[in-house]
């Protein structure tokens, strides 16, 4: 079955403990990127990913890093999280860009104490 | 600067009673024009791609229709499990040649039995 599967799906963690939400797509997508959604501010890009080893800022890119090592997989990374970083995130893949039919996963729900 | 505005935030209909949602957009250029459907807690389920004015979709008793500045949601006989909030996305120019997927903050159907 072709998806974007995202893990933890759920994370509640404390101030500055760095963590990780990986993400992977088994439909050969050159495009990923990643969102955070809040009530009353909608969905929002944090970073993108064009292909392999080349990635760029969205919106809202500060506290977070990510990388692309491998096209499948697509890992957003909080080195030190801090509350105003609580939300849902979101994992998408696009077959070669963002103007292409972009392809959720279920989602990460985050908190941050 | 919104670039992309949804119109009713919310919606409440009885069974049966059509209606329409509505996305206006901003952005020049248009490179396509998205909606999603979101379930509380889920990710966004694609439904529909437009490209060009006077281009219309059709899904179960979903029908999404595109002019120059704005595109319509039109939900015929609606269901119960029709509720869900609406996204409509747009890629936007981001700078340097690149795009972005911008949202707008949805509409939230409700259909009373």
């Known amino acids: 079955e072709a998806q974007v599967t995202q893990n933890p799906r759920y994370l509640i963690t404390v101030t500055g403990k760095k963590l990780t939400v990986t993400c992977s797509q088994n439909?050969?997508?050159?495009?990923m990127s990643w969102y955070r959604q809040d009530p009353g501010l909608g969905l929002r890009q944090i970073y993108y990913?064009?292909?392999?080893?080349?990635?760029d800022k969205g919106d809202v890119p500060e506290g977070y890093k990510v990388s692309r090592k491998e096209k499948r997989n697509f890992p957003l990374i909080l080195e030190s999280p801090s509350p105003n970083q609580t939300s849902l995130y979101f994992c998408?893949?696009?077959?070669?860009?963002?103007?292409?039919?972009?392809?959720f996963g279920p989602g990460t729900r985050l908190t941050v104490l | 600067e919104d670039q992309v505005t949804q119109s009713p935030e919310a919606l409440r209909l009885q069974e049966g009673e059509s209606s329409s949602l509505n996305c206006s957009y901003t952005?020049?250029?248009?490179?396509?024009l998205f909606w999603y459907r979101q379930d509380p807690g889920k990710g966004p389920e694609f439904l529909f791609t437009l490209y060009s004015a006077g281009e219309e979709k059709e899904k179960e008793r979903l029908k999404a229709t595109l002019t120059k500045k704005e595109s319509f949601l039109h939900i015929t006989a609606p269901k119960p499990e029709d509720s869900a909030t609406y996204l409509c996305a747009v890629p936007a120019y981001s700078g340097a040649g690149s795009y972005q997927l911008t949202f707008g903050k949805g509409t939230k159907l409700s259909v009373i039995p």
């Open positions: 952005v020049s250029g248009l490179r396509g």
């Open positions: 990913s064009m292909n392999v080893e080349v990635t």
């Open positions: 439909m050969n997508h050159e495009y």
């Open positions: 998408a893949s696009s077959l070669l860009a963002e103007t292409d039919t972009q392809y």
